[in-house]
Every structure is written in structure tokens, then in C-alpha cells.
């Protein structure tokens, strides 16, 4: 489950779009976005996105296109669409692409991985391969966002410069939550993680989370999000007594199953009232409960929209296929 569209915004960017619909202009080089149907701009004043519309060209075909006609050079943001599927003839893997070609992107700063919608594969099928060859090939990169996890793997990395980094999942394997909490990132200030449900391979435990809540090695970190979980009130438990929450701005629990029995443990943990937002949003929580917990944090901009109500004993993530 899960609509999305295309980013129309990235790293404070404008998208310019570059696909298989993209043509030639004068001497060589592109004349206008297929989406907008305007010129483009200069290579650094937007985030390019690239990919292709299913089988209509190979994704490693339009990409060499767009390194032979964009400045890349300046290029400071990144989006890599829709690459293919094991059954399409002409599925790449963005990560080789991408590494053989980190020399063309001396500035970038900002990289989406999988900005692919629901008519192109469901979040949950988008195939990934290893990530981690992307941090040495971009040391420089401030922002690096994955939608999708299946195959992804991920080693633990060391980047001085990150400062954001977020998974979006239907199942995000513990593996990969165990490998972000062996990661040295003492910058990283936002970190967001879909961990989904066990049937799409979102198998993390909140004892998987104990690296990441307890904070020793993400001295920076502000926004923490564990999100869309069929455990979430295990993990809001976990939250509840966690070090690093002391230290955060913004916290996000929401997408997820979130029941009462969460929203208590909650309460009774260690105060919240430093948070500038508690985004709950997609929730499970009671009438009464909602009420407590806006009473309980008064100057705490608290997101409790989307209260939805259980398929008798069924209750869901919002996030999942």
C-alpha cells in the first residue's frame, strides 16, 4: 500500500526530469523537460531525475545519454527513477552505474535512490543490490534517501559529511538496521526508517534499534524516525527510556501500529516536553488516549492525524506492499 509521485522538489531543488522521452536539441544537448515541457536550466540550479519508463529503453542507455548531455559536473542533487526489474530485458543496476560514473559528479551532495512510483512497482518490489560502494564513491554526499529493500544490503560506513539519511520500506530487513547502527556518522542530524511489516522482509526487532536509541554514535542527531511498523508499540516502548531521545528535536513514530498500550509506555517514560513536533500520524490510539496524550504535551506540536480503526483484530501499517 502507498501512493506516490515523483519528487517536483529535492535538496531545496527544483526536478528536472531526464528519461527515455527526452530529446536531443541543438549541438547535441537537451532542449526541453518531458514533464514540464520547458527548458531545462543550468545543471546546478536543479535535482536531475533520471530513469526510464519501463521496458522503452534500458535504463543504462538513458543514462549514458544524460552523462554525454547534462553538465554533471555540477550537478549538486541526484535522483535515480525507475532502472528496470529482473523481468525486463533491460534491468541495470544503478549502483554499478552509478559508482563507475561518481568522477562525472564531483559536487554531489544529495543522492534518491528508487524514486519510483506505485504504477512503476510497488515500494516493496522495487530490487536493490549492495549500497554501501555509493559512500566511498561519493564521500562528499549530506543526503542519501533509498525507497524500497528488497535485495538491499548494506555494510556499516563511516561518513563525516552525512547528515541525513532515510529508508523508505514496506520491510526493511534488520540487517540493514543493524548495519546503520554500527555506521560512524557523527554529523548525521535527520535519520528516518520505514521497517515495514515481517511479510515483506521488515523483520527488525526493537532490540535491533538499541545501537540507534541509545545515541553514543550519533552525537548530531536531531530527527529520529522509526516508522510504519506492525511493532511500533515495541518500539515506542524502547523510545520511552531511550538516551538519545533527550537530545532530538523532532521524533516519528507514526505510519505504524501504534495502539494505546504504546501511547502509554509513552507517557510514563522520560519527559517529551522538549520536542518541538511528535508526529503519531496513522495511529491506532483511542479517543480518550489522544486526548491524554495532547493534554500531556502542551507546547508540543503533536501530528495525531489519521486515527484509524482496527479490521477486527486486524490492524495495518501504512505502508506495506
Do not use: C
Not at 542507455?61 to 532502472?83: H, N
Not at 560514473?101 to 528508487?114: E, I, N, V
Request: proline share 5%; no cysteine; hydrophobic share 45%.
Amino acid at each position: 500500500m502507498g501512493v506516490y509521485q515523483h519528487l517536483e522538489e529535492y535538496a531545496g531543488l527544483p526536478v528536472a526530469t531526464f528519461n527515455n522521452e527526452t530529446e536531443a536539441g541543438k549541438d547535441g544537448n537537451a532542449a526541453t523537460d518531458p514533464v514540464t515541457g520547458e527548458e531545462y536550466p543550468a545543471a546546478g540550479e536543479a535535482a536531475w531525475y533520471v530513469g526510464t519508463i519501463f521496458d522503452e529503453e534500458d535504463f543504462a542507455d538513458v543514462f549514458a545519454r544524460f552523462l554525454q548531455t547534462v553538465d554533471t559536473a555540477e550537478i549538486t542533487a541526484l535522483i535515480v527513477g525507475y532502472w528496470g526489474a529482473d523481468y525486463d530485458s533491460g534491468a541495470a543496476d544503478p549502483v554499478d552505474l552509478l559508482t563507475k560514473a561518481a568522477a562525472s559528479f564531483p559536487k554531489l551532495r544529495a543522492l534518491f535512490l528508487g524514486d519510483i512510483t506505485g504504477e512503476e512497482a510497488e515500494i516493496s518490489w522495487i530490487e536493490h543490490s549492495d549500497i554501501t560502494p555509493l559512500f566511498t564513491a561519493f564521500p562528499n554526499l549530506e543526503r542519501f534517501e533509498v525507497r524500497g529493500a528488497q535485495g538491499l544490503a548494506l555494510d556499516p560506513v563511516k561518513s563525516d559529511r552525512l547528515k541525513v539519511l532515510r529508508f523508505e520500506s514496506g520491510g526493511l530487513p534488520a540487517a540493514i538496521v543493524r548495519a546503520v547502527g554500527a555506521s560512524e556518522l557523527p554529523n548525521l542530524e535527520h535519520l528516518d526508517l520505514w521497517l515495514g511489516e515481517d511479510n515483506y522482509g521488515g523483520d527488525a526487532t526493537a532490540a535491533d534499534l538499541a545501537p540507534l536509541l541509545g545515541g553514543e554514535r550519533l552525537p548530531a542527531l536531531r530527527h529520529l524516525g522509526l516508522e510504519d511498523s506492525e511493532i511500533q508499540d515495541e518500539i515506542a516502548a524502547a523510545v520511552a527510556g531511550a538516551p538519545v531521545v533527550a537530545r532530538l528535536e523532532s521524533l516519528s513514530l507514526a505510519m505504524g501500529v501504534l495502539t494505546d498500550r504504546g501511547a502509554e509506555a509513552l507517557l510514563a517514560g522520560q519527559p517529551l516536553t522538549h520536542l518541538r513536533k511528535l508526529d503519531l500520524h496513522h495511529h491506532f490510539l483511542s479517543d480518550a488516549m489522544i486526548e491524554r496524550v495532547k493534554a500531556a504535551l502542551p507546547g508540543v506540536e503533536v501530528d495525531l492525524d489519521e486515527q484509524e480503526k482496527p479490521d477486527g483484530d486486524w490492524h495495518y501499517i501504512a505502508v506495506s506492499e
